[in-house]
């Protein structure tokens, strides 16, 4: 029988921690910052349910933390918070609605504590940096006391709630290259009033075009509406090679809230979300190409 409270360990190493998760595969949790871990763990308490047997917290495995830029590539540490990664010159720079996404979560106390590893990992489909970071095409590194292994961030998810990783393995960070100046990129979020709202629905984009003004790639991840975190793809080749005005936009804007319906299925919500996936989508591209709409 699970113990009323979980056990704390507090590993050192990534092996220490890597082999206490495997021994204990269906008795323990990591543990970063905890906002999602503590909510979860007091909902199942209430609920009359199990907690997990142990709580492992990585937060004194070394090199877990910090923001690095080498060569055109940005590395994020698991352990990184939202604050600083909204804070970080190198992600304003490089990966600005990633900066923006992050600065868009919870409150400042959710921000100060809760981390990208976490948030990735806790595998919501309404986590905020996931869709920025599809569209940064960012891989993250999965490392056990056997080895390592880089996934694309899209491969790490299996369902709602669910992530690929295996018993031991600990996400110790993520990158992406450095987005070109001549890239735009937008984050837009449709939360609820409330301060503490987690989004409803959100929109991540990267433009970058020729000189001519046409658009050689473009990158387009809706979130918090499809089962699991995703680009859209037919949207996005409806902008490549193309100039954008309203038509081309509105058509990218259509196809996205389009795929949501084909991936999900008509639902109660389908005639209040659709539309504002459109929406949403529709102002995200447009700032992304610099032009700012309501
Ligand atoms: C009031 C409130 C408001 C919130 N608002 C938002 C919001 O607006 N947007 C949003 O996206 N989220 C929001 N959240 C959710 C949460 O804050 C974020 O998901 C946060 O990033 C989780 O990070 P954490 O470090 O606290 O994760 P934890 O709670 O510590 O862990 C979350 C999950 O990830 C696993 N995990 C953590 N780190 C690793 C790692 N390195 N390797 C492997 N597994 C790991 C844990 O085992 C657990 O399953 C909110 C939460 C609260 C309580």
Known sequence: MSPRKPGYVVPETLAEASEFLREHAEDARIIAGGTDVLVQLRRRGRAGGEHPRWLVDISRIPGLAGVSTDSGTISIGAMTTHEEIARSPIIRKGGPLLAEACASVGSPQIRARGTIGGNIMNASPAADTIAALAVLSTRVRLSDRMGTR?????????????????????????????????????????????????????????????????????????????????????????????????????????????????????????????????????????????????
Request: hydrophobic residues 45%; glycine residues 6%.
């Open 150 to 294: 880089d996934i694309l961030i899209t491969d790490v998810f299996v369902g709602p709630y669910k992530t690929s990783a295996q018993p031991g393995e600990v996400l110790m960070e993520v990158y992406f290259d450095a987005l070109a100046p001549t890239c735009g990129s937008a984050f837009v979020k449709l939360g609820r009033r409330e301060a503490l709202a987690i989004a409803r629905l959100s929109c991540a984009v990267v433009i970058e075009r020729d000189d001519a003004g046409r658009v050689t790639r473009a990158a387009i991840a809706p979130g918090a509406c499809l089962p699991m975190p995703a680009r859209v793809e037919s949207a996005e080749e409806m902008l490549v090679g193309k100039v954008p005005d309203e038509a081309a936009v509105d058509a990218a804007a259509r196809e996205v809230a389009e795929e949501m319906v084909r991936r999900t299925g008509v639902r109660w919500s389908t005639d209040y979300k659709r539309p504002a996936v459109e929406a949403i989508t529709r102002r995200a591209i447009w700032r992304a190409l610099g032009v700012n709409v309501e």
